[in-house]
């Protein structure tokens, strides 16, 4: 019932050709098949605008009478504009069809330091952004960041919103609904959904930093044909977020992927989770600006990109301390690599910035430790980095319309 080239789903909304014909599907009603095809053809035109009717059929194989029904329901419905005519050989004139960029949505970042509010369109293009201090107080935290979705909700005249997408710095558990673990953020508790729904009057995604960027890496990189895939967010703290098998990993509670807290040294350094020796304690942002201080130097009011500048500006010391930092993150990869043996590890984090001062450490540290018979995954600075957990917040709020 099901042909094309990729036959298996996911459920991160990865578009593939597959497409369903009523006559031959058992058991799913015509309404259940009418659906997937439109959410097929709509990845098709998100993936491959400007494209025609024609090309669209050839490409998913629907018959040409099925495209013209989807895409006038998709016209209709303000997801598809119709763009200029080609030109092609033997006189056919089509027209190409886009996704229309007057949907948008509104994605935040919550970091622990600092939260950014942006306005992306449908293509994940994004158009404005805000950023405001992230205060301790969760109940202010949030009335501050309801006004500045307001504020950027009244900016949108005319455009259609399709909703909010929040990357945390934590995990959340999407069966409570509750951020229940975030050690580099005070917050305890909080229920961020429904006061958002409530003022806003939008629908709200929340995800997992990590998760958001793994959907990013999806959705706008085209990542999909690694279907093992892990990010490994580095800021003030690691989080890792995990493609296995096409799925995203959530485990119980939602707290699958916390390998910033599994112990490297049981008597290292305490970290924010209560335990010591953390990984994330050894390779994290913070942990780069402690070995400059440990060195000796003066690193007050010092931030992990300002560490970098001193070190592309010839201070050792700063290059010391970011090289150290580099042997722990390859270090703490080989328990990802042996146990999640993925294709791909991806790196999110101001680190990428200077990649080169990164990427051969870890390569080696890994490298050092393959398990006979395993294979070392190919590891990339992420796309756009700055955009990562923001794009991840797009495409949390696209999946639902897009996913098959
Ligand atoms: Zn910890």
Known sequence: MIRGETGGRNRLGVPSNAVMEPKRTQGASSEVVRDINRRIVLNLIR??????????????????????????????ENWVLEGPTGRLPRG?????????????????????????????????????????VTLPDPKIALQNLIDCILRMKKSCRGKMIEGIGISLPGRFDHTSDRLVFAPNLAWRDVDLRNPIVKETGLEVELENA??????????????????????????????????????????????????GHVPLDAKGPVCGCGSRGCWEVFASNRAALRYYLEEG???????????????????????KALETMAHYLGRGMRMIVAGLAPERIVVVGDLTRSWHRFGSVIEAEVQAQVLPGGCAPRLVPAYEDGMARLRGTVALVLQKHFSA
Do not use: H, Y
């Open 92 to 132: 056919r004139r089509p027209t190409f069809l886009r996704l229309n960029d007057e949907r948008v949505i509104i994605g935040v970042d919550i970091r622990p330091v600092q939260t950014t509010v942006a306005i992306a369109d449908a293509n994940g293009k994004f158009i404005s952004q805000e950023a405001m």
């Open 210 to 259: 990590a998760n958001a960027c793994v959907l990013a890496a999806v959705w706008f990189d085209r990542m999909e044909e690694g279907r093992n895939l892990v990010v490994v967010t580095v800021s003030e703290g690691i989080g890792t977020g995990i493609l296995a098998n096409s799925q995203l990993v959530r485990g119980l509670n939602g707290m699958a992927g916390e390998f």
């Open 297 to 319: 130097s003066d690193s007050s009011g010092l931030s992990f990109p300002d560490l970098l500048s001193r070190a592309e500006q010839g201070d050792t010391r700063a290059a």
């Open 47 to 76: 993936t491959r605008q400007p494209i025609s009717r024609a090309d669209l059929a050839r490409v998913s194989g629907l018959q040409r009478s099925t495209i013209s029904l989807i895409v006038e329901q998709l016209i209709q």
